[in-house]
Each structure stands twice: as C-alpha cells, then as structure tokens.
C-alpha cells in the first residue's frame, strides 16, 4: 500500500518572507543601550550613571561600539567620580569598536590599544583616551589596562553582531591626567579644510570643488559635533577617471552628494582605521539618503587602508591633517557611489608614455598652523597592489554566500 505524505503548500511569499528573516540583519541603535541594560539590576547605577549625563547623546552618533559597565558592587566599592569628570568617565568605558569574545581571544600576547569615546573630546592628553586590552591564553582572562589603573572583564552582557557589544568589569577605568577642571564643551577646532587642501599641494581639484558646492561649509560645522575623517582624491585621482564616467556632468546636488561619499560623519584617526572592526561604513551621504546606502567598505590590506565603494577600489596614500576632531586622508582615486555609477567595477586611465603613473603623496603635507611638528608627520602609505584582486575575491566569496544561503532556506522551506 502506499504512504501518502503531505507537503505544505509553499507560496513565493512564504519564500520571500523566510528569505527575508534568514538575510536581514539584526540591528539596533547605540541610542537603545538603557534600554539593553534595563534587564539587569546589578547594573542599574552604571545605566542611572550613562542617562543623566551627555554620554547617551554621544552614543547616539555611533553604530559600532563595545561598551564596558561596572556592577553596582564593583562600582560602590570604587566611588562615583566628580560631577566635573563623570561624564569623561563614562566615555572611557565607550570602546569605538565592536569586540565579540572570539575578537579578544585572537588578541596578541602585548594586547592592543583601543580608541575611546574620551578620546573624541579634545580633553585627552596624547594617547589617553585609548585602552589597551590584553588576553591570557592560560587563564582565559581578558584585562583592559590604562595609564593608571587595570580591570578584568568579568563576563557578556548582551551582544549584538557588528553593532554593540556590553561587558561587564571589575572596576572602574580613570583616564590618565584627567583634568578635574575641564568643560564639557569640546573646544571648537575651526578648521580651515580648504585651505589644508590647497597647503596639501596636491588637492586642488577638490578644494575647488568642494568650494564651488557649497558643502565644505556643511563639512566645517560637523567638526564640533562627533568629527568628521575626509577622504580626499588626489588631482591624479581625478584625471584618471576614465571619459565614460561623466562626474563634471552630474547635477549639482548629485555632485555635492559624490563629495558626501567621502566624508564620515565621526573622526577616525589613521590608527583607528587601521584596526577597524565592522568594515561597512555609513557617510554624509547615508544619512540623506537611508541606511544601507552610500556606504563605504574600509579595511586593512597589505598594510594599508583599503576603501572600496564597491565599483571603485582606492587606497589611502597619505595623511594630510589630523587634530580631534578633524582627520582628512588622500585616496588615490575619486570615490564613486554605485547609486550613480551602476555596479560594475570601474577601471581608471592608463598612462600611455609611461610618463605619468599612479600619484605619489607629497614628501610633506604641512597642517594649518604656525607648528608643522604639532601634530605630528604626516603619514605615507602606498597603494596596495593586490587590492583590486583581494576585493574581486571577496566579491566572488559574497555571491557564493548569497547563492548557498538562498539555496539552504529553499531546502528548509520544502521540508516544513
């Protein structure tokens, strides 16, 4: 005799539905922190803490972050700092970066250091608004140590991929040198960023254009808020763009929108990008236009920095001004957004005599100011030459990925 088996019915819109919950990630807003620590009473004066001050609108402007918290117990026994310096306090324990506990185990034997959010203020002395974090293999401990004193993650409090990510710590961190006096209010960098540009020497189509849209003043008044990192293309960046990309014929508003691309609405400083975790970045132009678009894809290969806007693969040559809250860096070619230029990769012009190659950054890029030496020297990196192979790979890995995924929720789908 035979089995008869029911198979239920399968609609494309039970297919669409499934695929949708299996390829959307999960996401929250920095600004729901209160809200993940709510759950949990040993942490209640830590969140108090974070709600009555200006950190909670700081964390507002950041969509990747590991924040460490101290248990009521542990930070009973340490005392609440100051009113002065609370709120600094606070953004010590705010790690711009998100960590999983798979990130800290794969840490080296002397650690690495970690921006913070004290880091942004313009009130940390040299580099102590950073932390370094180290982890024992033997004992399975990972410890966040500063200037002046040291503490043990104690365990995970919650968890969200490439988004945020809340420790708990035996103790309270305190920033070296803390000034006990300092204001709240950041001091106002007024930056010139036109005139670093054309002091860069070798940025004058873009100083030009920046000024002729208008935007550079947008630019300049989000350099008191969380900063601003710039990225620039070299006047050989622009010339090599290849006739069939017709920028100079945009509309002027979708030509002020390309310049946002290249602008990150947080200051990152060269090392920060370096070491950065969650590699797809939103911009200016994300914020006009909605999350997921105009972002940029930035990472660390062959020992650079890598940005790709996923038709363009560009590389940062050199660092022309960086003072918190202002970072702006040279790309060796102009940035094109897909939502423009399609979503096919984009090659620049060849040198035809030889003569004239990829841009070399000049020997100096001299800040605005009376002090070249106040900020340091200027950083050089050359254009990684496996980059445009490394990111066709990493192309190829994603659709494979898509591919698997779409076949794996079809298989489930029969099966139910």
Same mark, same amino acid.
């Given at each position: 005799?035979?089995?008869?088996?029911?198979?239920?019915?399968?609609?494309?819109?039970?297919?669409?539905?499934?695929?949708?919950?299996?390829?959307?990630?999960?996401?929250?807003?920095?600004?729901?922190?209160?809200?993940?620590?709510?759950?949990?009473?040993?942490?209640?004066?830590?969140?108090?803490?974070?709600?009555?001050?200006?950190?909670?609108?700081?964390? +507002?402007?950041?969509?990747?972050?590991?924040?460490?918290?101290?248990?009521?117990?542990?930070?009973?026994?340490?005392?609440? #700092?100051?009113?002065?310096?609370?709120?600094?306090?606070?953004?010590?324990?705010?790690?711009?970066?998100?960590?999983?506990?798979?990130?800290?185990?794969?840490?080296?034997?002397?650690?690495?250091?970690?921006?913070?959010?004290?880091?942004?203020?313009?009130?940390?002395?040299?580099?102590?608004?950073?932390?370094?974090?180290?982890?024992?293999?033997?004992?399975?401990?990972?410890?966040?140590?500063?200037?002046?004193?040291?503490?043990?993650?104690?365990?995970?409090?919650?968890?969200?991929?490439?988004?945020?990510?809340?420790?708990?710590?035996?103790?309270?961190?305190?920033?070296?040198?803390?000034?006990?006096?300092?204001?709240?209010?950041?001091?106002?960098?007024?930056?010139?960023?036109?005139?670093?540009?054309?002091?860069?020497?070798?940025?004058?189509?873009?100083?030009?254009?920046?000024?002729?849209?208008?935007?550079?003043?947008?630019?300049?008044?989000?350099?008191?808020?969380?900063?601003?990192?710039?990225? $620039?293309?070299?006047?050989?960046?622009?010339?090599?763009?290849?006739?069939?990309?017709?920028?100079?014929?945009?509309?002027?508003?979708?030509?002020?929108?390309?310049?946002?691309?290249?602008?990150?609405?947080?200051?990152? #400083?060269?090392?920060?990008?370096?070491?950065?975790?969650?590699?797809?970045?939103?911009?200016? +132009? &994300?914020?006009?236009?909605?999350?997921?678009?105009?972002?940029?894809?930035?990472?660390?290969?062959?020992?650079?920095?890598?940005?790709? &806007?996923?038709?363009?693969?560009?590389?940062? &040559?050199?660092?022309?001004?960086?003072?918190?809250?202002?970072?702006?860096?040279?790309?060796?070619?102009?940035?094109?957004?897909?939502?423009?230029?399609?979503?096919? #990769?984009?090659?620049?012009?060849?040198?035809?005599?030889?003569?004239?190659?990829?841009?070399?950054?000049?020997?100096?890029?001299?800040?605005?100011?009376?002090?070249?030496?106040?900020?340091?020297?200027?950083?050089?990196?050359?254009?990684?030459?496996?980059?445009?192979?490394?990111?066709?790979?990493?192309?190829?890995?994603?659709?494979?990925?898509? $591919?698997?995924?779409?076949?794996?929720?079809?298989?489930?789908?029969?099966?139910?």
């Amino acid at each position: 005799m035979a089995i008869r088996s029911s198979i239920p019915r399968f609609t494309p819109i039970n297919f669409l539905f499934l695929l949708l919950l299996s390829t959307c990630p999960l996401s929250i807003l920095p600004s729901n922190i209160a809200q993940l620590l709510k759950p949990f009473p040993d942490l209640s004066d830590f969140t108090s803490l974070l709600s009555s001050t200006a950190v909670a609108s700081d964390l +507002a402007e950041r969509s990747s972050l590991t924040l460490l918290v101290v248990p009521n117990s542990h930070l009973r026994s340490a005392g609440r #700092p100051s009113s002065a310096t609370l709120a600094d306090v606070l953004r010590y324990h705010v790690l711009l970066e998100y960590l999983s506990w798979s990130d800290l185990r794969l840490l080296p034997y002397n650690g690495r250091r970690v921006t913070t959010l004290f880091q942004t203020t313009g009130r940390a002395t040299s580099n102590s608004g950073s932390v370094n974090i180290t982890f024992d293999a033997e004992s399975g401990d990972a410890t966040v140590h500063s200037e002046t004193s040291n503490a043990t993650i104690l365990s995970l409090i919650e968890n969200i991929p490439y988004n945020v990510s809340i420790f708990s710590l035996s103790s309270l961190l305190i920033p070296y040198n803390l000034d006990l006096m300092a204001s709240e209010t950041r001091p106002t960098l007024g930056l010139n960023i036109t005139k670093a540009l054309i002091d860069g020497h070798n940025f004058n189509v873009a100083a030009s254009m920046l000024t002729a849209s208008g935007v550079v003043s947008e630019f300049e008044a989000d350099e008191g808020g969380a900063g601003i990192t710039l990225f $620039v293309p070299t006047d050989e960046g622009f010339a090599d763009l290849p006739s069939s990309v017709r920028f100079q014929s945009l509309p002027a508003e979708k030509k002020a929108m390309v310049l946002r691309f290249h602008v990150l609405h947080s200051y990152y #400083p060269l090392g920060s990008l370096e070491s950065i975790v969650n590699p797809v970045q939103p911009t200016l +132009a &994300t914020e006009q236009n909605g999350a997921g678009s105009f972002t940029l894809n930035i990472s660390r290969v062959n020992g650079s920095v890598g940005i790709d &806007t996923g038709i363009v693969q560009a590389s940062i &040559t050199q660092t022309v001004f960086d003072q918190n809250p202002v970072a702006i860096f040279g790309v060796s070619k102009v940035l094109l957004p897909r939502e423009y230029f399609g979503r096919n #990769p984009i090659e620049v012009k060849k040198p035809s005599d030889g003569s004239r190659g990829v841009a070399q950054p000049p020997d100096i890029a001299l800040p605005p100011g009376d002090s070249p030496a106040a900020n340091g020297p200027p950083s050089h990196l050359s254009s990684p030459p496996g980059l445009e192979m490394l990111s066709e790979a990493g192309n190829a890995i994603r659709v494979l990925r898509t $591919v698997l995924g779409l076949w794996c929720v079809g298989l489930c789908c029969l099966l139910l």
